[in-house]
């Protein structure tokens, strides 16, 4: 089975701009989360994903935002770029929700 | 509600040494656990996992976790340290019997071999 991808790899925004990620969980995989790993603040949680529905939400601001499409991928936005945005995204799949979780390789996003 | 506390960001370790990863968590119903590791620039990547039956579990790489109910903890060892195994290690707990159940990650440990 294929693992999680996401895509782009990297990306460089500058301040202001809005930037759209995308993952694609394993193959019967209904949950996608999504997390933010920086330096200074660890891995943090997002959001969660299970058949379309938003089922937990981490503790960020509303220009952070995520959606999932009816054949599981998923999509985060952020909008109004900060230079705190600075981060490594991570998209996690599983099978059901807060179950094993099945990362991807993460999309690097520099803010300048 | 859970929560993960892994004691010490960093743990440095000589090669062939005996690594040790403390991890203790707080659930409110028996918790599934996990150890993830993640090498630089890359995601995280399952190393074991504790759901139910035996305590001691065992994983890839030569590592393994013990669940102790008692002392609320899932502290991960490995006998002889190889310089490969320099990352960053993370424990979670989820809650897999609430209606609004999340995994929650500790800040992780970064382990560090030395020659």
């Known amino acids: 089975k294929a693992g999680v991808t996401q895509t782009p790899r990297y990306l460089i925004k500058t301040r202001g701009q809005q930037v759209t990620l995308s993952c694609s969980p394993i193959?019967?995989?209904?949950?996608v989360s999504w997390y933010q790993q920086t330096p200074g603040q660890g891995l943090q949680f997002l959001f969660e994903?299970?058949?379309?529905?938003?089922?937990n939400k981490g503790n960020f601001p509303g220009r952070f935002s995520g959606r999932q499409f009816s054949n599981s991928r998923s999509e985060m936005n952020v909008s109004t770029l900060e230079l705190g945005d600075s981060a490594l995204y991570l998209c996690?799949?599983?099978?059901?929700?807060?179950?094993?979780?099945?990362f991807g390789p993460g999309t690097r996003l520099t803010v300048l | 509600a859970q929560s993960v506390t892994q004691l010490g960001s960093h743990v440095s370790v000589s090669e062939g040494a005996l690594v040790l990863l403390r991890c203790n968590y707080s659930?409110?119903?028996?918790?599934?656990l996990f150890w993830y590791v993640q090498y630089p620039n890359q995601g995280l990547q399952l190393l074991l996992k504790?759901?139910?039956?035996?305590?001691l579990v065992k994983g890839i790489n030569g590592f393994e976790a013990e669940f102790k109910k008692s002392e609320t903890s899932f502290h991960l060892t490995k006998p002889s340290a190889h310089m490969s195994d320099a990352a960053e290690y993370f424990c979670?707990?989820?809650?897999?019997?609430?209606?609004?159940?999340?995994?929650?990650f500790g800040s992780g440990t970064r382990l560090s071999i030395r020659p």
């Open positions: 504790y759901t139910t039956g035996a305590t």
């Open positions: 659930s409110s119903v028996p918790p599934y």
């Open positions: 994903y299970f058949s379309e529905t938003q089922r």
């Open positions: 979670a707990v989820s809650d897999r019997y609430s209606s609004a159940s999340k995994i929650i």
């Open positions: 193959s019967g995989h209904r949950s």
């Open positions: 996690a799949s599983s099978l059901v929700v807060a179950g094993e979780q099945f």
